[in-house]
């Protein structure tokens, strides 16, 4: 019987140089501001990063009372900045003119990371049979029901 190794940790030195510079690079595209690096909102992902790796590898969001954008794929297939990636070509979902998503599809990650009023990141992953899971937590959080993000 094989074991996958299992464990969770705060983004490295490289990883977030990357985070901010995939969030920054949607932000821009939108013209709103530079998104700056929390310690404080990447040990509440860290967090929940462990959370979800106790409850069987879970995927679900947390309850906190930040913005959370969750990624999952293969471990060593996927860095942080494609799962930022993912979540920006979203924007493709995304009607402006309508504030909504096309029907059947995702956008809200997108619009959590071009949120105008947003300022702070924080991640985290964990890894847990075979897969990485990125937790990314915002502030102040974004997605207001009847708000445009920019």
């Given amino acids: 019987m094989t074991s996958l190794s299992s ?4 983004a490295t030195a490289d990883e977030i140089e990357l985070i901010l510079e995939r969030h920054n690079f949607w932000r821009a595209e939108v013209g709103v501001g530079e998104i700056k690096y929390s310690d404080t909102l990447a040990a509440v992902a860290n967090q929940w990063a462990i959370q979800l790796q106790k409850n069987g ?10 913005g959370e954008n ?9 860095t942080v900045g494609d799962a930022i990636d993912a979540w920006g070509n979203e924007k ?3 009607s402006y003119s309508k504030n909504k998503c096309d029907a059947g599809k995702v956008c809200g990650h997108y619009t959590q990371i ?7 990141v924080g991640c985290a ?8 899971t990125w937790v990314c937590n915002y502030s102040p959080p974004g997605n207001y029901v009847g708000q445009k993000p920019y």
């Fill in 125 to 132: 992953k964990n890894v847990c049979d075979g897969n990485v």
């Fill in 114 to 120: 071009v949120w105008k009023n947003t300022t702070e």
């Fill in 70 to 78: 969750l990624f999952r794929g293969t471990q060593g297939y996927f």
């Fill in 7 to 10: 464990f969770s940790q705060m």
């Fill in 92 to 94: 493709k979902n995304y």
């Fill in 57 to 66: 590898c879970g995927f679900s969001h947390s309850q906190n009372a930040y």
